[in-house]
């Protein structure tokens, strides 16, 4: 961060203390940052007596930013000092400030929004938005291709070097190439952000329960894929997955099963009454489902087939079932569950304590 950006910073940090504090006089000077540029103390003169903040600014929020900084900042502060950490930010989302109520870590951002708990001292300012838009130039680590390095790292059992990521993910299937200097450069925004780091020459994953919690959050708000829902007669939803995928195969139609139908067929939890089909190319299907006697329907369905929003890295990892039925990988699982408006976030959360867990808890640091 340069001077001048340093500056901004300490002004930002200024006007936000004196919206919290409109009445007291303030002097804000900076300190020897303690590992996070630049750091900065306020003494706030009450009418009570002093109180002092040892703020440490926080270019990034990403959970896993926030997470090292909550540790710095508890390990920081010598025994015995009267000064408060804060970690200052300059915007923090709902779920942010919740992760740092839940740490016990005092927070002010720019955007109006704060928490402090002191003796004779607690305040609790929520709800103001980000008044700024995105910052431009960060490449988005939960694109449709950016998400593929996502995958291999998460599902990795050992730290991973670049061109071995961008050799895995391309040899698994042929119609998906990532090159090296594309995958070294999602890892450089990874690694910005606090999710990895390196060690000889290997990309250590980091916090990896807060990468999918932020993959999680930013899957929520992208744009849902247009569905086509058939009526296929049946007794159950369930029994015709087996009859859906032998006419896909038959018909040579690329698929993977999702939602509730996906997980019954690796790990059931909940009952379901629609089967969740992505599909390459819904042209495609035609054949197929003029074999399965299906008829296009506007409500009522027991199928529905949809081009995925990640057209390509939705069907990386495929896993087969016991059936011989093709499924989403767990990760997409997870991601389409999530917010499944029936039972969904309770078969997401079977799905990762059963399956998931494991690979998303490890910590790779040494």
């Given at each position: 961060?340069?001077?001048?950006?340093?500056?901004?910073?300490?002004?930002?940090?200024e006007?936000?203390?004196?919206?919290?504090?409109?009445?007291?006089?303030?002097?804000?000077?900076?300190?020897q940052?303690?590992?996070?540029?630049?750091?900065?103390?306020?003494?706030?003169?009450?009418?009570?007596?002093?109180m002092?903040?040892?703020?440490?600014?926080?270019?990034?929020?990403?959970?896993?930013?926030?997470?090292?900084?909550?540790?710095?900042?508890?390990?920081?502060?010598?025994?015995?000092?009267?000064?408060?950490?804060?970690?200052?930010?300059?915007?923090?989302?709902?779920?942010?400030?919740?992760?740092?109520?839940?740490?016990?870590?005092?927070?002010?951002?720019?955007?109006?929004?704060?928490?402090?708990?002191?003796?004779?001292?607690?305040?609790?300012?929520?709800?103001?938005?980000?008044?700024?838009?995105?910052?431009?130039?960060?490449?988005?680590?939960?694109?449709?291709?950016?998400?593929?390095?996502?995958?291999?790292?998460?599902?990795?059992?050992?730290?991973m070097?670049?061109?071995?990521?961008?050799?895995?993910?391309?040899?698994?299937?042929?119609?998906?190439?990532?090159?090296?200097?594309?995958?070294?450069?999602?890892?450089?925004?990874?690694?910005?952000?606090?999710?990895?780091?390196?060690?000889?020459?290997?990309?250590?994953?980091?916090?990896?329960?807060?990468?999918?919690?932020?993959?999680?959050?930013?899957?929520?708000?992208?744009?849902?894929?247009?569905?086509?829902?058939y009526?296929?007669?049946?007794?159950?939803?369930?029994?015709?997955?087996?009859?859906?995928?032998?006419?896909?195969?038959?018909?040579?139609?690329?698929?993977?099963?999702?939602?509730?139908?996906?997980?019954?067929?690796?790990?059931?939890?909940?009952?379901?009454?629609?089967?969740?089909?992505?599909?390459?190319?819904?042209?495609?299907?035609?054949?197929?489902?003029?074999?399965?006697?299906?008829?296009?329907?506007?409500?009522?369905?027991?199928v529905?087939?949809?081009?995925?929003?990640?057209?390509?890295?939705?069907?990386?990892?495929?896993?087969?079932?016991?059936?011989?039925?093709?499924?989403?990988?767990?990760?997409?699982?997870?991601?389409?569950?999530?917010?499944?408006?029936?039972?969904g976030?309770?078969?997401?959360e079977?799905?990762?304590e059963?399956?998931?867990?494991?690979?998303?808890?490890?910590?790779?640091?040494?």
């Amino acid at each position: 961060m340069g001077a001048a950006s340093a500056d901004d910073e300490y002004r930002n940090l200024e006007r936000a203390l004196r919206d919290i504090f409109p009445d007291a006089a303030l002097e804000v000077s900076p300190s020897q940052s303690r590992g996070h540029a630049p750091a900065a103390h306020v003494v706030v003169h009450l009418a009570s007596g002093d109180m002092r903040l040892q703020v440490e600014l926080q270019r990034g929020a990403s959970r896993a930013q926030l997470i090292d900084a909550v540790e710095l900042a508890h390990s920081a502060h010598p025994q015995g000092d009267s000064s408060i950490p804060v970690i200052a930010s300059q915007y923090l989302s709902p779920a942010s400030q919740q992760l740092l109520r839940d740490s016990n870590a005092a927070f002010i951002d720019y955007a109006g929004n704060a928490w402090l708990v002191a003796p004779g001292i607690h305040i609790d300012r929520r709800g103001f938005a980000n008044p700024a838009k995105e910052e431009r130039g960060r490449r988005d680590l939960f694109s449709d291709k950016a998400s593929l390095v996502l995958r291999a790292l998460l599902v990795a059992r050992s730290p991973m070097g670049v061109r071995e990521i961008a050799s895995t993910v391309s040899s698994t299937d042929e119609r998906i190439r990532l090159t090296p200097g594309y995958v070294s450069k999602v890892i450089g925004e990874l690694e910005r952000r606090g999710y990895v780091s390196r060690r000889d020459e290997k990309v250590v994953l980091r916090h990896a329960e807060e990468l999918l919690r932020d993959w999680t959050s930013a899957y929520r708000g992208r744009r849902p894929p247009a569905t086509h829902s058939y009526f296929i007669l049946a007794p159950s939803a369930e029994e015709l997955l087996p009859r859906i995928g032998d006419a896909f195969d038959a018909a040579g139609t690329d698929y993977a099963f999702t939602g509730h139908a996906g997980a019954a067929l690796v790990d059931r939890f909940a009952a379901f009454d629609v089967a969740d089909v992505y599909v390459k190319d819904l042209d495609d299907v035609a054949p197929a489902l003029a074999d399965l006697s299906a008829r296009r329907v506007e409500r009522g369905g027991n199928v529905n087939m949809s081009v995925p929003y990640y057209r390509e890295s939705a069907f990386y990892d495929r896993q087969m079932s016991k059936g011989g039925m093709k499924v989403v990988s767990d990760l997409q699982l997870y991601l389409d569950l999530y917010d499944y408006p029936v039972r969904g976030r309770e078969q997401a959360e079977h799905l990762y304590e059963r399956r998931l867990r494991s690979l998303v808890e490890r910590d790779d640091r040494p």
